[in-house]
């Protein structure tokens, strides 16, 4: 998938080392009927993954790992993932989340994700975000970051703690609003100084605010660590974007400035 977007059907005999015209053929045919491949004809009939595909492939390898034991509904469809509830084989309810690249321009991702080829295909670029997310969650939870628990992930699919609440954006009205932007900044700072990782896309779209009024920072593949270049402008842009909304929504007077100075650990607190 990382080198090409097509397959021939002589590849995948290659490969499979079944046999081109009885088992080949019979298979992909079969794949292509149920809807988890794409067949194209042009010079050649050639043969992708589609994300239908894909889903099983990595569903399947976390039920034989013993990660999941049955699938629920929607939590959310957004522009770049799918998250449904399910359970573990102990009961547990956890969150699955779909990376779905694809759905803005490839100019768009490419600009945003520093991870991503040129000539990668979606499902190839989901696997790259979705492996790049689960990292960041295995740095920054041990550490008290609050963020799902990371639990498994295979391929282009995340399991990870359960996500109940609603995103800040989606938040009318907030019963003590300088509480929760302390706890964001109180987190965005223990990701920086403790685990050396800057979010690097952080905004109103991606803190879930729990119905504890605790919050959970979301969505992780775009961060970078403390060491790189451009990781002071991202953590920048990180705090100025949720001090904005907090003055824009919630009227709250607060200087980015010293937000900023707070994060870094400049300043003992945040804004009194």
């Not at 894909?54 to 013993?66: E, I, S």
């Not at 998250?83 to 490419?110: H, N, W």
């Not at 990701?191 to 979010?199: D, Q, S």
């Not at 100025?240 to 937000?259: C, G, P, T, W």
Request: aromatic share 10%; glycine share 6%.
């Amino acid at each position: 998938m990382s080198q090409h977007e097509f397959v021939s059907r002589e590849q995948v005999a290659k490969f499979s080392k079944l046999d081109l015209a009885r088992d080949t053929d019979f298979r992909l045919n079969q794949l292509s009927q149920l809807g988890l491949i794409y067949r194209v004809r042009g010079a050649y009939v050639g043969y992708t993954l589609n994300y239908a595909g894909y889903d099983c492939l990595a569903l399947n390898a976390l039920v034989k790992a013993g990660v999941l034991e049955a699938f629920g509904k929607s939590l959310g469809v957004g522009k770049e993932a799918d998250v449904f509830d399910a359970l573990s084989p102990g009961g547990e309810r956890v969150a699955v989340k779909f990376q779905r690249l694809g759905r803005i321009s490839f100019r768009q991702t490419q600009r945003k994700r520093g991870y991503t080829k040129e000539h990668a295909s979606w499902i190839f670029q989901s696997r790259l975000a979705a492996e790049k997310e689960y990292q960041a969650l295995e740095l920054v939870y041990p550490l008290g970051v609050a963020v799902p628990k990371p639990i498994s992930q295979n391929r282009h699919v995340i399991v990870m703690g359960m996500i109940e609440g609603a995103e800040l954006a989606e938040s009318k009205k907030i019963l003590r609003p300088e509480r929760v932007l302390k706890e964001i900044l109180l987190n965005v700072r223990r990701a920086y100084l403790k685990a050396g990782v800057v979010h690097a896309d952080l905004s109103e779209y991606n803190v879930i605010l729990k119905p504890d009024k605790h919050i959970l920072i979301i969505d992780w593949p775009q961060y970078v660590k403390k060491e790189h270049q451009n990781a002071e402008l991202f953590l920048t842009r990180d705090v100025k974007n949720v001090v904005r909304y907090f003055s824009r929504k919630h009227m709250l007077n607060i200087k980015a400035d010293e937000a900023l100075e707070y994060v870094i650990g400049k300043r003992r607190i945040a804004f009194s």
